[in-house]
């Protein structure tokens, strides 16, 4: 394997969702300025993120469903044969 090509500075980060102000702890390489008081009280790297399991219509079951029938006769009626 080869060396130094891998991030060696992982470590515990906050992750907060902005829409949904959501904050969970987990590792990762992530470097960030901002820090958080997380609940255990130490300080730990703040990463802000603008969509989360919080906040994406596939899981909060928001979904939108589209137009699809109209996409599809528009289609078939610009290459249907002549």
Known sequence: ??????????R????QDMSSDLKFIT??????DETIKWEDGNEYPLVKVEVSSASHPFYTGQ????????????FNQKYKKK
């Open 63 to 74: 979904r939108m469903f589209v137009d699809t029938a109209g996409r599809i006769d528009k």
């Open 27 to 32: 590792k990762s390489t992530m470097a960030s």
């Open 12 to 15: 515990p980060v906050v992750f």
């Open 1 to 10: 394997m080869k060396q130094d090509i891998h991030p060696a500075d992982y």
